[in-house]
């Protein structure tokens, strides 16, 4: 049984999209083989499909394992990194510590732990456990991520790291729901006054600053693309930009090794500018640094995605 697939290829490719046609009994992981070597893409094995959220149909994560004959057909599919970026609040009985780590959909949870105890300083996960934010249940150890309850139906994804010893009182409680309140809205014009007190101003340890483009697009940023940047001169410079853990990086391509210039958003504040002559659909976003003596800086964007994250 033939089957056509209509697929959105990630940035990078020479196309943005590009019909496929397979056997049935292929499985994704077949399909993605095939799909990167026609479009030149390295590691395969680090890619799967995606099908986005639609009026018909919710968003789902096909494993390398799927047969295609139980693949939607009729919408058109992501080629999309297995990994996931997700932002992990650890609690340790005494303090909060906030990253954002990357994931593995298709892994048991429980072989992933040691990973995220590093990223927070721990020789070992022992005694800690995991849960998604707003579920009760904590997840199942043996379990791929995909496979955990409430996974597929959390938009806003966010992750509780802690110590099955230390339990969170109600003092704590309150605690974490501000910080988690306070984390959602960083980088936005509005800010707590909790954000402040707890001094996010530090950089995620995290983040590499000096990171090539592509392998921040291997973590699902919030947005990326094309920006027109006025800057001091008043002269208008196209860049490729992505914004992630609440950086925003500037690259000349997104080829690039090295980005050009960081912008850490929690020393600036975003509004969106109509363009009085229309002749901007989606308008300019105006970047005011903290710093007086720092240059305003606009951007003008070709969607309304960088709006809603920035503006």
């Given at each position: 049984m033939s089957l056509t697939f209509k697929v959105q290829l990630p940035l990078g490719c020479d196309e943005k999209q590009k019909s496929f046609k397979f056997n049935g009994n292929q499985t994704v992981q077949e399909a993605v083989a095939a799909i990167a070597a026609d479009q030149s893409i390295p590691d395969p094995d680090l890619w799967t499909l995606f099908l986005p959220a639609s009026k018909e149909n919710t968003a789902q994560w096909y494993s390398p394992s799927t047969l295609?004959?139980?693949?939607?057909?009729?919408?058109?599919?992501?080629?999309?990194?297995?990994?996931?970026?997700v932002r992990t609040t650890f609690f340790n009985g005494t303090e909060f510590i906030l990253k954002s780590i990357v994931y593995p959909l298709f892994k048991p949870i429980g072989q992933w732990l040691p990973y995220v105890a590093h990223k927070f300083s721990l020789e070992s996960a022992d005694g800690y456990a995991l849960k998604i934010i707003g579920k009760q249940e904590e997840m199942a150890f043996d379990k791929q991520l995909l496979d955990q309850s409430g996974f597929q139906d959390s938009p806003n994804l966010r992750f509780l790291f802690y110590d099955l010893g230390a339990p969170l009182d109600m003092t704590s409680m309150k605690i974490f729901h501000d910080i988690q309140e306070a984390q959602y809205h960083r980088g936005t014009k509005e800010k707590s006054e909790f954000e402040v007190s707890f001094n996010f101003d530090e950089p995620p340890s995290d983040v590499d600053l000096e990171a090539p483009a592509s392998q921040l697009l291997m973590n699902l940023p919030k947005v990326s693309g094309s920006l027109?940047?006025?800057?001091?001169?008043?002269?208008?410079?196209?860049?490729?930009?992505?914004?992630?853990?609440?950086?925003?990086?500037?690259?000349?391509?997104?080829n690039d090794l090295k980005p050009t210039r960081v912008l850490y958003l929690a020393h600036y504040s975003a509004a969106g500018v109509e363009d009085k002559k229309k002749k901007v659909p989606y308008g300019y976003i105006e970047l005011t640094s903290d710093n007086k003596k720092e240059e305003l800086i606009v951007l003008k964007a070709d969607t309304d995605r960088w709006q809603k994250n920035l503006g």
């Open positions: 295609l004959s139980s693949v939607n057909q009729k919408n058109q599919l992501d080629l999309r990194h297995h990994h996931i970026m027109s940047i006025i800057g001091k001169k008043k002269k208008l410079e196209r860049m490729f930009c992505i914004l992630i853990a609440n950086h925003l990086f500037f690259y000349k391509s997104q």
